[in-house]
């Protein structure tokens, strides 16, 4: 690289989460850091759009004894991203991080992540994305717990976006999701894995209670176990998954044809 990449630093928990610094913490020896984040927590808001007024907030981080600038935005993890690359950005970003969550975003409510969704929309506009999540206990899932050792998952994101900024992905991986068990140290291996087809998130209904809620079910007879949830929840390792923007079966589309006709 003949440039210092610029990376945007992002995330679904908000601008004050403890989460959000470690991700920065950990691209801070790799380039110039771009902080653009929801100034509050809208986990599971996956790549909603709502329209905004475009006001956007300058507040100071503290990271490592020394202050640093971010840019807190009223909306959504997308629409962060996108008022980040519109209006903050002083060139295009070799790589955008959101992250570190606070929980796991395995199976198939990915795509319902804020998370995941801010990764999706830099993902649109051409921008290899690296969005990281720590498995937690579901009651710290929309806190800024300090409870949390966010150390392991701070390891795994600069290594990944490290060699974000040093390899050419191929054709159709967009992003990079990284899933770091609770338990993991540097030293956990890790493994490419594929998203799970089964739900990791079950909504419920508590009794005496109007709102749902959800818990935790994995079905060990239709589990992978190249799967995301397989490698993060049994093998106890961090689980890489390689996303594609495009949505789109990659069935033949010959075949397809000819079957319906």
């Known amino acids: 690289m003949t440039e210092c990449p610029l990376i945007m630093v992002t995330n679904d928990d908000g601008i004050a989460s403890p989460g959000l610094r ?23 808001a996956g790549r909603s759009a709502p329209p905004y007024d475009g006001h956007i907030q300058r507040v100071i981080l503290s990271l490592n004894g020394e202050e640093r600038e971010a840019f807190a935005v009223e909306s959504t993890p997308a629409v962060a991203v996108m008022y980040g690359l519109l209006k903050l950005a002083s060139r295009t970003p070799s790589l955008v991080v959101s992250g570190i969550n606070y929980g796991e975003n395995v199976g198939l409510a990915v795509t319902g992540s804020g998370t995941i969704g801010a990764a999706l929309e830099a993902a649109s506009k051409g921008i290899p994305a690296l969005a990281v999540s720590l498995e937690t206990d579901k009651k710290y899932y929309y806190s800024h717990s300090d409870e949390i050792d966010f150390s392991a998952a701070e390891y795994f994101t600069r290594e990944f976006a490290r060699l974000m900024l040093t390899t050419r992905l191929p054709p159709d991986v967009d992003i990079l999701k990284i899933d770091v068990p609770s338990d993991a140290t540097p030293q956990t291996p890790w493994r490419m894995t594929r998203v799970a087809r089964q739900p990791y998130f079950h909504p419920i209904q508590q009794p005496d209670h109007e709102a749902m809620d959800f818990e935790i079910r994995v079905d060990m007879d239709t589990l992978k176990p190249d799967s995301d949830i397989y490698v993060l929840r049994v093998a106890r390792q961090v689980s890489v998954t390689p996303l594609s923007v495009d949505p789109s079966s990659r069935v033949d589309l010959g075949s397809l044809e000819a079957l319906f006709r």
């Not at 470690?22 to 599971?44: F, I, K, S």
């Open 22 to 44: 470690a991700a920065v913490r950990a691209v801070l020896p790799l380039g110039e850091v771009l902080v653009v984040a929801p100034a509050r927590q809208h986990t599971g």
